[in-house]
């Protein structure tokens, strides 16, 4: 559920970029309205930028994915020393189809691996000669280079296969993959709720490439979850595997499978399931290639063991728990140091998301990075949370520092000494630092800025400027966005935001919609470029103000802001959300009596408990794939969160919006996909049937086919254009 915010400020927030133009809005002299059309096909007004940076291995080049023509993209190489760009590959010129989006350097820099046509592909860098490696209906998935570059990894119908490249022969190194054995590959929770859909590959190559080790899930304990497919000659229905609290989850066991030797039996690790319900998705060798160190958790996710397990003699041991009273965020494996003494270690011990150092034996050596701010990464994306150089003298992370609001770069030695800020602009920075520790790749951008990539030097002077995307939006009539501090009802600073039309008048009296999502892990009020910018600007050019604020749960600000929502999802959110709306009431220009509010998903969610726990306070509200009580949601996220329905029935009870379905007042809207997989129609059926039961009007769009995330042209403008009318008729 956690992506499901990018789903507020693209698919919900799709959902405000059905405000087409009002007839008769005048645009100011030598401006452009947006138009629908524009906001959804928005690279004529901002062109899109330069994606999929990877260093090649050496340092000397920095490889990425440059959009070209419509539909088109290339893979170009930044060369250091030269200072000039070149084109690897153009797959529009070649007859293969081979994409680009996943495409990965050899260790050895001299290919590249890629992926099409449901096989994968080498590209020589050298001579651009593309050769396929594999042939067959079957989809090779998450494959990995061996550590020499010699051998690829990858699981095919959820088994586990080695390929060998000079020889070009590929070996099953696991025989009992099934729709509900998965070798090597995560299943739909924990890739959902455990790995953050940052990736699915759950198995790592040892440091001297001669054995894989991976993690085994068995979905047969999951129930079934039909999903029915009704766009065919004949209706389809599709299964899912999905756990919802309290009920079976995947049966966790780790292995490791010898690569040369067929005839060796994996060695494998049962942990005790009553103390252990989940292994972390992620896990890491020691440099001698003789231990895996792993993560176990209980179910409530409150307590995590730190393992590490010697195949070749079967000894495992505990290196140290850390327990927390809500909840453990962090799942990252522990980083080992040059030589294998030491590791590093992410934890919210304090408050706050550090790094701390411990001996290969489990004592703590030192907190490394300390602070009332904490280390963080772009949601969703399969980027470390930091970097060291090669010389372990430096490392090198993002963080919240000085401003929640804003991604910062930073440095600092591994003694905790010399921390030093490598970035000034007011912004957000990610961070990738090249082989030798000498440069950043930093893609800056912020809310009146997309994304820009540069160089620069590991001190944080400047170097080169990689790709500066043109835009358009100073041809264009936008309003302005403010970033203000709210207090909260207890003295709470919030941070928000609001987006005024472009004619704004103080004088005249507006309505506001309130764009939220509420959730945990998720922080939507950023200076940063978001592609829904433009969305919001339909919404403000529509003569409405676009507002957004983060309450108590929200990410960003340490683990005591987001646990604030423990065991009783809805109630503080919406407290913070109250105290914005009493903050915009007192606004000279905004109308209190046309209030509205949308969200998707968790967003969705929150719509719903606002308009059911607050009923007089919003006009009307838009809620998309909304979940409506948190029975119906899966096991991991629900239960982190909220335990299981048995230990805190008033909680579930207080937290639904089912329950409180008779207190609406408000017009709604709820729009739902038929074949969401994520948040299930299970949930917007129930509601309806609460509000049918209880006499209230509502409007329904059920979009066909369409899973959490609304996808295509039509689909999206379809939507928008029912939101708009919806919102026209109500505020």
Known sequence: MKRAARLLRGLLILSSFWLQTQPGLPAPPGKKLLTLQEVIHSDSIVAPGISGLRWRPGGKQLTYVRPGPPGATRLCAYDLERRTETVLFDPSIRKEKVALDSYQWSPRGDAILLEGENDLWLLEAQSGQLRRLTQDEDAEEVPAFS???????????????VLDLEKGAARRLTQDGSGTVYNGRLDWVYEEELADRSTARAFEWSPDGK???????????????????????????????FPQPGDSNPRASLHVVAVEDAAAQPARLTLDAQQVEYLGPAFAWTPDATALCFLALNRAQTEISVHRWEPGSGRDRVLFVEHDPYWVN??????????GREFLWVSERDGWQH???????????????????????????????????????????AATHPDPRERQLYRVHLDGSGLERITSEAGSHTLDLSPDGRLLADRFSSPDTPPVTRLINSDGTPGALLDNPTHHLDDYALGRREFLEVKAHDGATLYAELLKPPDFDPTRKYPVIVDVYGGPHVQLVQKHWEGAALFEQLLAQNGFLVWTL????SWGR???????????????????????VDYLKSLPYVDGARLGIRGWSYGGYMTLYALTHAPDVFKCGAAGAPVTDWKFYDSIYTERYMRMASENPEGYKSASPLEAATNLRARLLIIHGTSDDNVH?????????ALIRAGKPYEFHLQPGQKHGFQGDIPRSYVDQRILDFFRSNL
């Open 681 to 689: 129609l299970q949930n917007t059926i129930n509601f309806l049937d």
């Open 147 to 161: 550590p020499a570059g010699d051998r690829i990894a990858f699981v095919k119908k959820h088994d586990l296969y």
């Open 330 to 339: 962090s799942l990252e494996p522990p980083r080992f140091l040059e030589g």
């Open 558 to 580: 340490g683990h005591a802001w987001e646990s604030a929502i423990f065991e009783n999802m809805g109630k503080h959110e919406l407290e913070d959300q109250l105290a914005g």
């Open 211 to 241: 054995h894989l080790a991976y993690l085994r899930l068995d979905d047969g304990p999951v129930p079934e979850y039909p999903i029915t497919d009704y766009l065919g000659a004949h209706v389809r229905l599709v299964s899912e595997r």
């Open 550 to 553: 983060d309450g108590r749960g």
């Open 355 to 397: 790094v701390y150092l411990y001996t290969a034996e489990g004592k703590l050596v030192r907190q490394i990075t300390r602070g009332a701010w904490m280390l963080d990464r772009p949601v969703f994306q399969d980027a470390p949370l930091f970097q060291l150089d090669p010389q372990e003298k430096w490392l090198y992370f």
